[in-house]
């Protein structure tokens, strides 16, 4: 009984061992209820992605009967799933059906400036039946996104967003399910109409206003199927305007193997992932239970500051149904393994940033950064091959995801040494009354990058600003200073 018990493990173990990397194991059609659509590369080169996108209002359904007039990207929330291998040109044709100008700014891809989707910085904003190309080598394998960089917090909480999933041939992690999951929000009123950006003034902008429907992949609480012991390998985004996400899947730990910038140093055993807005992470997962069980994927509380916990519950994101397939007794994970040097900071010149907040008038807040909103007329500077050691202080009583353009950087303990497992990152959260530390290498992308809170009502708010890299003299200040007509 036992040996035979072992023996059919064995060959499935060895079919596994020589499959896993490109087969799925899961039950056919298991990731329907989360499937993203993809952008359609028009162009037959396969080093060249070219695609057309288009912003433009769109009904969409987030749940049984639950439609808004959103703000799209190819008409659905969020936008098309672009993919691309490392080192592959993208050219994104894109058009604005919008009734507002806008732009598309590639979060955490290290291109050049004037693709930055930055108006002021980078580009004119590109207003209502405007078009504007894209195009630019993708450098770094990994998980990204694109948003807007116009009256983001109103723009982002419509719903425009969308991942961009940059492939490594070469990188194996033995796996061949995979997810992207988009986590965001929004919010809207019974009869559809999204709620006004700007509801409850600037305390609700200090804040951070989130949307009642938790969407993962655009919809409330999908469902997908899994097979038990068959590993996923799941790369998310938060994308939502406000809201972080502490994500905890039902007796199961999370394995994470990269985060923004791709693959950490090595993988890491958690019980619970945090995404603050802005960031991502990659993990992989091995769901194991009987079949007909289900699983799900919760967000738990997060004490972001005043107001995140109180009289809140944890969310549901996402159910996992057990399928009746034989269970599947995976081997171990290959080495997953990267190697990141730590940055040398020794003579790195130290910045420093102090995130504050401030009274405008009588009845109305702002957010400052060393003591000014938007950091105005101040832009930090960095010269090419410069490295800086960045301290960004939280003297406020909400937390802040800090997200640099353009380069990534690697976070520092209390002490200054990086932090282990060696990690490329673009956002960092910063606690509030805490201290975040990096250290960042400018290489030879000369422009005005900006700098800002990702909690987007923070960032136009004035947490935000701009450090120009060599000695351009773009300015900086278009981002959020716009009204909402
Ligand atoms: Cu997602 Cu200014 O960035
Ligand atoms: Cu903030």
């Not at 409850?200 to 206003?209: C, D, I, L, Q």
């Not at 406000?242 to 019980?271: A, C, K, M, V």
């Not at 990152?425 to 900006?450: E, I, Q």
Request: charged share 20%; aromatic share 8%.
């Amino acid at each position: 009984m036992r040996l035979g018990a072992a023996c059919a493990a064995a060959i499935l173990l060895s079919l596994v061992h020589s499959s896993a990397a490109t087969t799925s194991l899961e039950p056919a059609g298991w990731d329907a209820g989360v499937k993203l659509p993809e952008a359609v590369d028009l162009n037959p080169d396969p080093h060249v992605v070219e695609i057309n996108l288009e912003a433009k209002l769109s009904q969409v359904e987030v749940a049984p009967g639950a439609r808004v007039e959103a703000w799209t990207y190819d008409g659905g929330i969020p936008g098309p799933l672009i993919r691309a291998r490392v080192g592959d040109r993208l050219v994104v044709h894109f058009t604005n059906r919008l009734p507002q100008p806008t732009t598309v700014h590639w979060h955490g891809l290290r291109i050049p400036i004037a693709m930055d989707g930055v108006p002021g910085a980078s580009q004119p904003e590109v207003p209502p039946g405007g078009t504007f190309t894209y195009d630019f080598t993708v450098p770094d394998a990994g998980l990204f996104w694109y948003h807007p960089h116009i009256m983001s917090a109103a723009q982002v909480g419509f719903g425009l967003y969308g991942a961009l999933l940059v492939e490594d041939p070469d990188e194996h992690v033995g796996v061949g399910d995979e997810l992207v999951l988009v986590l965001s929000d929004i919010g809207f009123d019974k009869k559809g109409v999204l709620d006004s950006p700007t509801s409850g003034g600037s305390t609700a902008m200090v804040f951070g206003r989130e949307g009642d429907y938790v969407l993962v992949n655009g919809r409330v609480r999908p469902r997908i199927a899994a097979r038990s012991g068959a590993r996923q390998r799941w790369r998310i985004v938060n994308a939502a305007r406000s809201r972080y996400f502490q994500l905890e899947l039902d007796d199961t730990s999370f394995t994470q193997i990269g985060g923004d910038g791709g693959l950490q140093e090595r993988p890491e055993q958690l019980e619970t992932v945090l995404l603050a807005p802005g960031e991502r992470v990659d993990a992989i997962v091995t769901p194991t239970a009987a079949a007909g069980r289900e699983l799900v994927l919760r967000a738990l509380l997060f004490d972001r500051g005043y107001g995140s916990v109180e009289y809140r519950q944890p969310e549901e994101l996402l159910t996992m149904a057990m399928s009746n397939d034989a269970p599947v007794l995976q081997g171990s994970l290959p080495k997953i393994h990267r190697t990141i040097e730590p940055l040398a900071i020794e003579g790195a010149t130290p910045v420093s940033v102090t995130l504050g907040l401030g009274q405008k008038s009588d009845r109305a807040y702002e957010y400052q950064i060393n003591g000014v909103p938007f950091l105005k007329d101040k832009p930090l500077h960095a010269a090419p091959g410069e490295t800086q050691v960045w301290t960004v202080v939280n003297d406020t009583k909400w937390s802040h995801p800090f997200h640099l353009h353009g380069f990534f950087f690697q976070v520092l303990d209390d002490r200054g040494h990086a932090v282990r497992p060696l990690a490329w990152k673009d956002t960092v959260n910063v606690p509030y009354g805490k201290t975040a530390r990096f250290a960042v290498r400018f290489d030879d992308r000369p422009g005005s990058w900006m700098f800002h809170c990702h909690i987007l009502d923070h960032a136009d708010g004035g947490l935000m600003g701009s450090v120009i890299v060599g000695d351009s003299t773009a300015t900086t200040h278009a981002h959020g200073v716009a009204k909402f007509p």
